[in-house]
């Protein structure tokens, strides 16, 4: 697929952008950017990952809650179905010279239009498909326009209403230029600080400061970013939206980003949370939907279960997209000899992804599962030796 | 330790990609809706000023800007970070800062009679240099018409007891160390990369800088109370002809195979 990645135009009054399904992300970003648009789906693997598979996999993304997600976005797609025949919904291929090759079109269509209410909208099954229902060759994305004025702060909390209440007041002082917020846990920001490349450093050192420590605490960490169009009063609303959380003691503390280098830094450590917890041990991995409101419950109920089980020496990870209410638990087990690991590692998976066990302990929580949970690839290799097929199942 | 002045500039955002439009001339250099920062070398001076004021207590430091009314937003990133009170320079808006109107010479003219109005003042730390205009002269300049010592591109700033300043300095070979004796006049120090990791804003601070002084004065009056002569001032030394983007890289060409390079290779006649 990945010889399969042309732009092929970016309409500059709907602002559709249209091409191939092997264009790697930032290259997408970097064309929209210099037309003066913006990409709306922005994701961590952005450097590596293919338009193509963030829609089979409907990919999230740190502006999820500004631009909504792929079912919104993608205004246009071209599929190959397991047939070979060619399904063309709402994208303009007038520029692609193998148009003429295909022989069998289910649809045609020659423009990516901004909207189109045309019969039933069949690219939504292809959106999250993962491929199993045919494969994605071409997209047509709406692109907003792209905002000029950017401001991110960290915000350090002690509990999570603390956090509750910064989803609030962002929402009625921030309004239309809020584009992210995102948690990070203490133990997530203890492995950015172990295990992480570098940056950020000097922020984190503060973050995670002696006294802290000290002080037995484990804050929270919320990264809120505004992007809007005047830089003016988009600086004086964080203003206003930063004081009134410092004066009514929502926030114990909180680091404005005064240029791009500080803006990079911040996005940088919520970055690093995926690699640097990759990086301190054997991972399992849930991306789950929570309810808002109980979002962080989820650590200790995940912690307490461990616990029951017998489980130790585990650390519990929480980060994620918590405006959206998804998050991201790792439980990371500590590097010990293998054995002890791979006994440990079979336990997790029976624990939690024993679909009973798991939809039970789900449901009466309300969580939904948004991806399979996996064992990292070393996990999968040491089960093979120790499992017979019986037992896992 | 008694004052220290820390001159400050508002530059385009560094990491900002530069539009010109050429057929705007001189100067046509896109600066609507552009993201504006403080510059980068300016910022290390600030830091500076603020670690040796917390290792001399009583030492005053004092952020200045000359430019349009958004520098009192830069102002108050200095006072934010660390900074007692701000003076601000106000230009009209429509006076050019990135070296078209006001060049180091005018700026240099300007600081040096802050200085003398403000009295003791023991140190000024500036920012090498600035990222739009990348001219490195105004500390220099500053230096030699207070007739004061001077170190730029400083890695490390040591005081001494007796007011000296030792100062490693990043040459092209490596590093040099100087040492500036007190002598009655301010040392000029100009500030590097390596000399320092710029804090950031805490909200306390944040809340702190708010009620921080910042006066503010025109660039009129200024010229009248220091005695200078604004249209000196405002003509600048030097005339820049053109401003022009670099031309786009071209791009490689791939080629399927060993021979099909040497082929291109011997094409270009870069092999025999």
Known sequence: MEYMNRIYKLDEYSGVLTCDAGCILQSLHDYAEEKGYLFPLDIGSKGTCQIGGNVSTNAGGHHFFRFGGLHGTVVGMEVVLADGRVLRMNVDVSDDDNNDDCTHRFQQSSASLRKDNTGYDLKQLFIGGEGTLGIVTKVAVACPALPTSKNVALLVCNSYSDVLQILKTSKEELGEILSAIELIDSNTMKFVQKYGSGIGDHLISELLSPEAEAADKQPLFILVE???????????????????????????????????????????????????????????????????????????????????????????????????????????????????????????????????????????????????????????????????????? | MRKILVPIKRVIDYAQKIRVDPSKGAQGVQLKNVKMSMNPFCEIAVEEAIQLKEQNKGAEVVAISVGPKQCTETIRTALAMGADRGIHIETKPDVRGDYIDLQPWAIATLLKGVVEKEDAVDLVLLGKQSIDSDCGQTGPLLAGLLNAPQATFAANIERGDDGSFTVERETDTGTETIKLNASGKPAVITCDLRLNTPRYPTMPNIMKAKKKPVETISLEDMVKELGLDLDEVLTPKNEVVEVYEPPPRKEGETVGSIDELLGKLKEKGLVA
């Open chain 1, 226 to 393: 505004s992007q809007g169009c005047d830089q003016e009063s988009d600086s004086s609303k964080m203003d206003a939206f930063l004081t009134s959380l410092y004066e009514s003691s929502t926030i114990e503390n909180g680091f404005l980003a005064q240029d791009s280098k500080h803006i990079e830094e911040i996005w940088g450590i919520r970055e690093s949370c995926n690699p640097s917890v990759a990086r301190a041990g054997y991972v399992h991995k849930f991306d789950v939907s929570i309810r808002i409101e109980a979002y962080m419950e989820v650590a200790e109920e995940v912690s307490d279960a461990l616990e029951n089980a017998n489980l130790s020496d585990l650390t519990v990870c929480v980060w994620g997209h918590v405006a959206d209410g998804n998050a991201h638990i790792n439980i990371v087990s500590g590097q010990c000899d293998k054995d002890a690991v791979v006994q440990k590692q079979l336990k997790i998976c029976i624990l939690f992804s024993y679909e009973e066990k798991w939809l039970d302990f789900c449901g009466t929580r309300h969580w939904t599962i948004e991806a399979q949970v996996h064992v990292t690839n070393q996990g999968w290799s040491c089960l093979g030796a120790h499992v017979t097929d019986e037992e896992f199942i």
